[in-house]
C-alpha cells in the first residue's frame, strides 16, 4: 500500500489534560444522577434517621438514659452497613454496566479514574457523618426536652473525628472490596461475611485455640475498629497498633491488588 | 491518522488479532469489514487502550492513546452504543460527557440536534430506547469533543434505512471536511457505499485491502457475471451453453458467467428477447465471503 504517504500527526499540544477536579466532579455526579443512585443516597439517610426516632421513641417510653454519644454508636444499622455498600457500587457499578468502556476512553490514565472515586467515597462519609451529626443532635434536643432524666451531651471534637475515621475506613473497605472483585453481589456478600460471620469465627478462633488469642487483635480489622466508638475518645498506642496492623490486611492489600486488577483489566 | 503495526492481541491459544498492519488516512472513511469474530472490534478496542496489545501498537496521529491529553477533544470513540448505565437519560450522557471534556452544555443541544433526537427522547432513560436511538446517542457521544478522528465499532447497527443514510452523509462530511473516520461492519454493502477504503479482515488477518475498484480488479479470478431475464429463458441458456458461458437459474431468470455486453449479443443472435440485464453487483460480495470463507460460519454454497 501507500508506505510512502506520511501520517500526519496530530497536534495536542494546545489541549490541557483533564484536571482531577473535574474528574471527581464527574464521578460525584454519576452517583445520584439515576434514580437507583439517588434513591441509595437518600435510603441511606432516612434508614439513620429512622433508627435514631426508634432509639429516641423507645428511650422516652421506658424512661431509659440516652445521650448524643448513644445515637452514633446506633449508626452501626445505618450508615454503617450502607456506607461500605456505597463504597462497592461506586466502582462495580461501572462493571455492571458497562460504563467503563467510555470512562475510561474519556480517561485512560485509570488510576485518577478510580482515585476520583475514592474521593467520591470519602466526600460522603463526611457528608454522612455531617448529617449525623445533625440527626444526633436534634434527636438529643428531642430527648432532653420531653423526659425527666437531662440529656448527656457529652462528645468530644476527638470522638467526632474518630467516628470519622471509621466510617472512612468502612466505606474504603467496601471500596477496596469492590476494586478486588469487580462484581457488585459478590463484594457485597464478601463484605457482609467479612463483617458479620468473621468476628464470630476470629472469636471462636481466639477461645479455643491459644496462639490465635495471641494474633487475633493483630488480624482482626473489625475488632480493632471498636475502641474508635467505644471509648470516651482514648485510643492507646497499642490499639493504634492494632488497627495499622489489621488495616494493612484488609484494607491496604485488597486496594492494592484491585488497583493493580483495575489497571489491568481488559475493559468489556 | 490512524497507523497499525503488526497487531497482535492474544487469548491464550487464541489469536484475536493476528500481525496486521493498516493506515487510515485522513479526509477518507476507511471500512473495516468482516464476519462476526474475525477481530475488528479487539482492533478497535486496542486503538483506544481498554484492550493491551500482545504485540505491534496503534498510534493516533503519532500518538499513543494513552498519551492524548483529554482524549475525548481529538479521538471520537463508539464502540458499544449499549454500554451506557440504563438508568440515565439520553442528555445526561452528553452532559457527563461534556463535564468531563471540559465542554459548555450548549454542545449538548447541539449534538441531538446533529443526531435528531428530540428534547422528549433526550430525557428518556436509555433503557426505554431502541438499539437506533442508542446509536444515535453513542455517535452524538463520540461527535461531542469536535474530534478530528472517529472510530467506530458497527455504527449502522440497529438504525432504520433513513438512520444509514443520514449517518453515511454525516460521515462523508465528516471526512470531507478533513477527518479521519475508522468505522466497522459486518454487511458488505453498508460499508461498501460509505468507505473510500476497504480493509477486509478474516481470522484475525487482513485479507484484502484497497478501494472498491481496485479490491475488484484483485479478484478478476473471482469472474464476472450477470444476471439475465429474458422472454425465452430455456432459449437463451441453450444458445449461451452452446457459446461455452456457464449458466444457472437464478430466480425468475438466469445467472451466467459473462459480462452482459456478451449476454446481450447472445440474446441478440438467438432472437431472444430480454426484459432485465445486469451487472452481477455481487461481485465485491463474493470476494468478501470467499477471501472470509475459511471463517464464515456458514459454508457458501
Not at chain 1, 99 to 122: D, H, N, Y
Not at chain 1, 129 to 152: Q, R
Not at chain 2, 73 to 94: N, P, W, Y
Request: proline share 4%; glycine share 10%.
Amino acid at each position: 500500500m501507500s508506505t510512502a504517504t506520511l501520517t500526519p500527526a496530530l497536534d495536542v499540544s494546545g489541549t490541557a489534560p483533564t484536571p482531577f477536579s473535574r474528574l471527581v466532579r464527574t464521578e460525584l455526579r454519576k452517583t445520584y444522577d439515576t434514580r437507583s443512585g439517588l434513591w441509595l443516597l437518600i435510603s441511606i439517610a432516612v434508614v439513620t434517621a429512622l433508627v435514631m426516632v426508634i432509639q429516641v421513641s423507645v428511650a422516652l417510653a421506658q424512661d431509659l438514659e440516652v445521650g448524643f454519644n448513644d445515637f452514633l454508636t446506633s449508626t452501626s444499622f445505618s450508615i454503617g452497613f450502607l456506607l461500605p455498600v456505597l463504597g462497592i457500587l461506586l466502582l462495580t457499578s461501572e462493571w455492571s454496566q458497562r460504563t467503563a468502556m467510555v470512562s475510561f476512553s474519556l480517561e485512560p490514565r485509570r488510576t485518577l479514574v478510580i482515585v476520583a472515586k475514592l474521593v467520591v467515597g470519602i466526600i460522603y462519609a463526611v457528608a454522612a457523618v455531617l448529617v449525623t451529626l445533625l440527626l444526633a443532635t436534634v434527636c438529643t434536643a428531642v430527648f432532653d426536652a420531653l423526659s425527666d432524666i437531662p440529656a448527656d451531651w457529652d462528645f468530644t471534637v476527638k470522638q467526632t473525628l474518630l467516628f470519622l475515621l471509621l466510617q472512612v475506613f468502612g466505606m474504603l473497605t467496601g471500596f477496596a472490596f469492590a476494586a478486588l472483585l469487580l462484581n457488585s453481589p459478590a463484594a457485597i456478600v464478601l463484605y457482609f461475611a467479612y463483617s458479620f460471620i468473621l468476628p464470630t469465627i476470629f472469636g471462636i478462633g481466639a477461645e479455643l485455640i491459644g496462639w490465635f488469642h495471641d494474633i487475633q487483635p493483630w488480624i482482626d480489622f473489625n475488632n480493632a475498629q471498636v475502641p474508635l466508638f467505644d471509648t470516651d475518645g482514648s485510643v492507646s498506642g497499642q490499639e493504634w497498633a492494632h488497627l495499622a496492623v489489621s488495616g494493612v490486611i484488609w484494607l491496604v492489600i485488597p486496594l492494592v491488588i484491585g488497583f493493580w486488577r483495575v489497571l489491568r483489566a481488559e475493559v468489556k | 491518522m490512524i497507523t497499525v503495526e503488526r497487531l497482535t492481541r492474544k487469548y491464550g491459544a487464541f489469536t484475536a488479532v493476528d500481525d496486521i498492519s493498516f493506515v487510515c488516512q485522513p479526509g477518507r472513511v476507511t471500512g473495516f469489514l468482516g464476519p462476526n469474530g474475525a477481530g475488528k472490534t479487539t482492533t478497535m478496542r486496542v486503538m483506544v487502550g481498554l484492550t493491551p496489545a500482545t504485540a505491534g501498537s496503534v498510534t493516533i496521529g503519532g500518538h499513543h492513546y494513552h498519551d492524548i491529553p483529554n482524549p475525548g477533544r481529538h479521538v471520537g470513540v463508539l464502540l458499544d452504543a449499549s454500554a451506557q448505565h440504563g438508568g440515565r437519560t439520553g442528555r445526561e450522557v452528553l452532559e457527563l460527557g461534556a463535564l468531563s471534556m471540559g465542554l459548555p452544555k450548549t454542545r449538548v443541544d447541539e449534538m441531538l440536534e446533529m443526531v435528531s433526537l428530540t428534547q422528549a427522547e433526550a430525557k428518556r432513560r436509555i433503557r426505554n430506547y431502541s438499539l437506533g436511538m442508542k446509536q444515535r446517542l453513542g455517535i452524538a457521544h463520540a461527535l461531542l469533543g469536535d474530534p478530528s478522528v472517529l472510530i467506530l465499532d458497527e455504527p449502522a447497527n440497529g438504525l432504520d434505512p433513513a438512520g444509514i443514510r443520514w449517518m453515511r452523509g454525516l460521515l462523508k462530511g465528516y471526512a470531507e471536511r478533513g477527518g479521519t473516520v475508522l468505522l466497522s461492519s459486518h454487511l458488505l454493502h453498508e460499508v461498501e457505499q460509505i468507505a473510500d477504503e476497504m480493509i477486509l479482515i478474516g481470522n484475525g488477518r487482513i485479507v484484502a485491502q484497497g478501494d472498491k475498484k481496485s479490491l475488484l480488479a484483485n479478484a478478476a479470478t473471482g469472474g464476472v457475471h450477470s444476471f439475465a431475464t429474458s422472454l425465452d429463458n430455456e432459449a437463451l441458456a441453450a444458445a449461451l451453453t452452446a457459446k461455452g458461458v456457464t449458466v444457472t437459474s437464478a430466480g425468475d431468470g438466469l445467472r451466467v458467467d459473462a459480462e452482459t455486453v456478451e449476454v446481450g449479443r447472445t440474446a441478440l443472435e438467438a432472437g431472444v428477447v430480454l426484459t432485465d440485464l445486469r451487472n452481477g453487483e455481487g461481485g465485491l460480495e463474493d470476494l468478501f465471503l470467499e477471501l472470509t470463507a475459511e471463517t464464515q460460519r456458514e459454508t457458501v454454497a
